[in-house]
C-alpha cells in the first residue's frame, strides 16, 4: 500500500521568502512518481512538479523545486520568492507502478502568503 | 489546448435524490478519472476509465454511485440515492502517458451539497 503524508496543517510566509513544504511518502513499488498540485480556493487542482523514482536530478520548474531525499523517502516542494498569488492548498500525491496506476494523495498543507 | 471541463461547478439537492455529473477530458488522453474529496482530506480515487473501459473501481460505493465513459471521451458520473455523507467536490482528471509520465491534468470540479 502507497501512502503519503504532510505534517504541516498550515504554513506562514511572507511575500518574497522561500517556503519548504514537507512530504514523506510510504511505498513498496521500485519505481514510482511523485507529483505536487495546487489547489487555489476556486477549487480546480493545478499541476506543479513532477519526480520519477530514477531521476537524478531534483525536478525544476521555474519558481517551484522539488527537494528529493530517495533514502530519506521525501519529496519537499519548495517555492521561491512566494508572491501572494501562491496561498492556496498544497498537495503532494504519488503514483506507482506504471501503466494504470492511480494517484493516492495526502491531507494538504494550506499556506499563506502576507504582503 | 483546452482543459478537462466539467459541469455543473455546484449542485444542491436533497437527500435521497439523484444527481449526476458531466466530465469532457482534455483532448486525445485516453484515460479519465473521478475523484472525491470531502472538505480538509485530499482527493479520492472512485473510478478510472482507459477509453471506454473501467480500470480500477475499487473504491466506488456501486450501490449508490456509477460512471460510463460509453464513447471514450466524456463521462457522467451518478448518484442515485444520495446520502448526506455525499457532500464533497467531485473531480475529474485526464492524462495521457508519455514516455516515463502520466501526469493528471484536473477539472474545476462540482461542489455537491447533500441536505
Known amino acids: 500500500a502507497q501512502k503519503i503524508t504532510q505534517t504541516q496543517p498550515g504554513m506562514f510566509v511572507q511575500e518574497k521568502e522561500a517556503v519548504t513544504l514537507d512530504c514523506t511518502y510510504d511505498?513498496?513499488?521500485?519505481?514510482?512518481?511523485l507529483f505536487w498540485y495546487k489547489q487555489p480556493s476556486s477549487g480546480e487542482m493545478i499541476f506543479l512538479i513532477y519526480?520519477?523514482?530514477?531521476?537524478?536530478q531534483n525536478a525544476t520548474e521555474g519558481r517551484y523545486s522539488l527537494n528529493f531525499q530517495k533514502a530519506r523517502k521525501s519529496a519537499n516542494l519548495v517555492i521561491s520568492a512566494s508572491q501572494l498569488g501562491d496561498s492556496a492548498m498544497y498537495f503532494c500525491?504519488?503514483?506507482?507502478?506504471?501503466?494504470?496506476?492511480?494517484?493516492?494523495f495526502g491531507k494538504g498543507t494550506m499556506l499563506l502568503v502576507s504582503p | 489546448e483546452a482543459g478537462v471541463a466539467q459541469s455543473p461547478r455546484y449542485k444542491i439537492i436533497e437527500k435521497r435524490q439523484s444527481v449526476a455529473f458531466w466530465c469532457n477530458p482534455i483532448?486525445?488522453?485516453?484515460?479519465l478519472y473521478w475523484y472525491q474529496q470531502i472538505l480538509g482530506q485530499g482527493p479520492k480515487l472512485l473510478i478510472q476509465?482507459?477509453?471506454?473501459?473501467?480500470?480500477?473501481d475499487s473504491q466506488l460505493p456501486k450501490d449508490r454511485f456509477s460512471a460510463e465513459r460509453l464513447k471514450g471521451v466524456d463521462s457522467t458520473l451518478k448518484i442515485q440515492p444520495a446520502k448526506l455523507e455525499d457532500s464533497a467536490v467531485y473531480l475529474c482528471?485526464?492524462?495521457?502517458?508519455?514516455?516515463?509520465?502520466?501526469?493528471?491534468?484536473f477539472g474545476p470540479g462540482t461542489r455537491l451539497t447533500v441536505l
Open positions: 482528471a485526464s492524462s495521457q502517458r508519455q514516455g516515463d509520465t502520466d501526469t493528471q491534468y
Open positions: 511505498t513498496s513499488d521500485p519505481s514510482y512518481g
Open positions: 519526480q520519477g523514482s530514477y531521476d537524478q
Open positions: 500525491a504519488m503514483r506507482g507502478r506504471r501503466g494504470y496506476s492511480t494517484l493516492t
Open positions: 483532448s486525445g488522453h485516453a484515460t
Open positions: 476509465f482507459q477509453n471506454n473501459g473501467v480500470v480500477d
